[in-house]
Nanobody, 122 residues
Framework: QVQLVESGGGLVQAGGSLRLSCAASGRTFSGYDMGWFRQAPGKEREFVAA????????YYADSVKGRFTISRDNAKNMMYLQMNSLKPEDTAVYYC???????????????WGQGTQVTVSS
């Protein structure tokens, strides 16, 4: 059974940094594109970043480009999101996703984690 567990969220001041982790289990994930999404209160879930199965291609939302970096370690079944220069508008619950398709943009797959809260104070 596929399971995704996010961690690393918390409260940080504007301009600070956080590193989110997504631990995947249940099968190998090395052949699958993966991504991060977020959902702020009262808003729809939105795409943040995606990475190809090999890690060779990465795609970012314009709102986080240059501030966030997505990476993965297939040997450990882990995916990461390094978030720098955080802004109050980055406040949201962040979700990891697997089995999507990164072709130009990222189309999410069926598997989601439970989310981790990121709060950025001004």
């Amino acid at each position: 059974q596929v399971q995704l567990v996010e961690s690393g969220g918390g409260l940080v001041q504007a301009g600070g940094s956080l590193r989110l982790s997504c631990a995947a289990s249940g099968r190998t994930f090395s052949g699958y594109d993966m991504g991060w999404f977020r959902q702020a209160p009262g808003k729809e879930r939105e795409f943040v970043a995606a990475i190809s199965w090999s890690g060779g291609r990465r795609y970012y939302a314009d709102s986080v480009k240059g501030r966030f970096t997505i990476s993965r370690d297939n040997a450990k079944n882990m995916m990461y999101l390094q978030m720098n220069s955080l802004k109050p508008e980055d406040t949201a619950v962040y979700y990891c996703n697997t089995d999507g398709r990164l072709v130009g943009s990222y189309r999410p797959g069926d598997y989601w984690g439970q989310g981790t809260q990121v709060t950025v104070s001004s």
